[in-house]
């Protein structure tokens, strides 16, 4: 579980209005970490917490993409969408969770953790790219119908094979760690004809793993053990061929390894550029699952 969060000079971009409001947006979520520590407090706490991050947060967005324009800042379109990717989707679909659940300690966790991982990867590297201090990552972007269908392709997977309603929370999704608990992450590498390579990441929150395996088994899990793990390892090929039409990886690929990954590796899948295809869902309040696709 996340535990605190501090401002680091790293994050200084030398632009004195976007490193006050980065300073200060740390320091909300900081609060809300603190108070998150005493239950009595948590629900009201959290609810003007977020209300508070949210307001300041498209403050600072307008601020930051009217300093992009002065300085006629050549990524401003890609980085103006991942600002409107988290003011127009993340945000409302963590805020959904959390009235839903009513603030209990899972959502909470999810909200923060999400939250705290956008801020210092957004910071460190988009925000950083507007100074100069570092290239952008997100330089590939796929057209809307694109992402729309592969969205609908996951979340009827989700629906057909984990018996989850799903819902898109992030079509920019950069690794944040979403999980209160465990994940399984699989990494599928598929090979073409020609020698292309693609390789397909899944991760699942262990609160999904064990609603799916207990929806679909006689068996009732617990726990992910070794059982859990393989099952859950084949069932992530079966939902890869499930997508296999959206980019014909039934026709032009071949499955030729899925491992198993920690999170720190699959973390690393975002080291040099952002895959164009990184997508982040809730599937009401079963848990949190992501799939990455990228070719190599």
């Given at each position: 579980?996340?535990?605190?969060?501090?401002?680091?000079?790293?994050?200084?971009?030398?632009?004195?209005?976007?490193?006050?409001?980065?300073?200060r947006?740390?320091?909300i979520?900081?609060?809300?970490?603190?108070?998150?520590?005493?239950?009595?407090?948590?629900?009201?706490?959290?609810?003007?917490?977020?209300?508070?991050?949210?307001?300041?947060?498209?403050?600072?967005?307008?601020?930051?993409?009217?300093?992009m324009?002065?300085?006629n800042?050549?990524?401003?379109?890609?980085h103006?969408?991942?600002?409107e990717?988290?003011?127009?989707?993340?945000l409302?679909?963590?805020?959904?969770?959390?009235?839903e659940?009513?603030?209990?300690?899972?959502?909470?966790?999810?909200?923060?953790?999400?939250?705290?991982?956008?801020?210092?990867?957004?910071?460190?590297?988009?925000?950083r790219?507007?100074a100069?201090?570092?290239?952008?990552k997100?330089?590939?972007?796929?057209?809307?119908?694109?992402l729309?269908s592969?969205s609908?392709?996951?979340?009827?997977?989700?629906?057909?094979?984990?018996?989850?309603?799903?819902?898109?929370?992030?079509?920019?999704y950069?690794?944040e760690?979403?999980?209160?608990?465990?994940?399984?992450?699989?990494?599928?590498?598929y090979?073409?004809?020609?020698?292309?390579?693609?390789?397909v990441?899944?991760?699942?929150?262990?609160?999904?793993?064990?609603?799916?395996?207990?929806?679909?088994?006689?068996?009732?899990?617990?726990?992910?053990?070794?059982?859990?793990?393989?099952?859950?390892?084949?069932?992530?090929?079966?939902?890869?061929?499930?997508?296999g039409?959206?980019?014909d990886?039934?026709?032009?690929y071949?499955l030729?390894?899925?491992?198993?990954?920690?999170?720190e590796?699959?973390?690393?899948?975002?080291?040099?550029?952002?895959?164009?295809y990184s997508?982040?869902?809730?599937?009401?309040?079963?848990?949190y699952?992501?799939?990455?696709?990228?070719?190599?």
């Amino acid at each position: 579980m996340l535990k605190e969060v501090k401002w680091n000079d790293r994050f200084n971009l030398g632009v004195d209005v976007i490193d006050r409001a980065h300073q200060r947006l740390f320091s909300i979520v900081g609060r809300m970490l603190a108070l998150n520590e005493d239950s009595t407090k948590q629900r009201h706490a959290c609810r003007e917490g977020i209300k508070y991050f949210k307001s300041y947060t498209l403050k600072h967005f307008a601020e930051e993409e009217a300093y992009m324009q002065s300085i006629n800042y050549p990524g401003y379109a890609v980085h103006k969408s991942l600002h409107e990717n988290l003011r127009d989707q993340t945000l409302p679909s963590l805020e959904a969770e959390l009235e839903e659940r009513d603030y209990c300690m899972e959502s909470v966790q999810h909200f923060l953790g999400i939250c705290v991982g956008w801020l210092n990867g957004h910071i460190m590297v988009e925000d950083r790219a507007i100074a100069g201090k570092n290239p952008n990552k997100w330089v590939h972007q796929p057209e809307a119908d694109e992402l729309a269908s592969l969205s609908k392709a996951v979340i009827q997977g989700l629906q057909t094979m984990c018996q989850a309603e799903a819902h898109l929370i992030s079509k920019h999704y950069s690794g944040e760690d979403f999980a209160s608990d465990k994940t399984l992450c699989y990494r599928l590498s598929y090979i073409s004809k020609d020698k292309q390579r693609m390789q397909v990441f899944l991760v699942f929150e262990e609160s999904l793993i064990l609603h799916t395996l207990n929806s679909i088994l006689d068996q009732e899990f617990k726990k992910v053990d070794k059982t859990a793990v393989y099952a859950m390892k084949i069932l992530s090929e079966q939902f890869v061929n499930y997508l296999g039409k959206h980019f014909d990886l039934d026709i032009k690929y071949t499955l030729e390894k899925n491992d198993m990954q920690t999170y720190e590796q699959f973390v690393r899948t975002f080291d040099k550029q952002f895959p164009p295809y990184s997508l982040l869902f809730n599937t009401g309040g079963k848990g949190y699952f992501a799939i990455v696709m990228k070719q190599l």
